[in-house]
């Protein structure tokens, strides 16, 4: 279900919006917010609740890693994209879940028309690191 109105949206955000993503705005195209669901370094894993502003999206990215590593998103509100390089984008809804394998580039978002949420689960790996790329190009954005 698409949601342009942020109160009716926060409403079917389960796991909250939480704060402006302030430390990784410069990856994002757009507003976004994070709500941490454990504590950082508490558990080899890592979960999060990443909100999307409508039209927000991050940058071409790689979750990079010697073994292990990746990421999982479970989609849970509203709708977006995501869309690994050199594949057709996906249509993103909540109930959906998408692995991102290591070093993969990929980028994910909201669509132009609706705020959209996922929680994230960074995997475990050696070696592993973001390598944050380029913008999602406004033109090629908005023909999705």
């Known amino acids: 279900m698409k949601y342009l109105d942020k109160e009716e949206f926060k409403n079917a955000n389960t796991f909250g919006m939480g704060v402006p993503n302030d430390a990784f705005a410069q990856y994002f195209i757009g ?80 669509k132009a028309d609706s705020w959209f949420a996922h929680v994230a689960v960074e995997v475990p790996g050696e070696d592993a690191s973001n390598e944050w790329l380029e913008e999602v190009d406004d033109d090629y954005y908005s023909k999705l």
């Open 31 to 110: 507003n976004s917010y994070l709500n941490p669901l454990n504590e950082f370094g508490e558990s080899a894993v890592f979960v999060a609740n990443v909100t999307f502003e409508p039209g927000c999206r991050n940058n071409w990215h790689i979750h990079k890693a010697s073994s292990g590593g990746g990421q999982i998103l479970i989609c849970t509100a509203g709708e977006g994209w995501y869309q690994e390089e050199g594949k057709d984008p996906v249509s993103l809804l909540p109930g959906i879940v998408i692995t991102i394998q290591p070093n993969v580039k990929h980028w994910h978002g909201a």
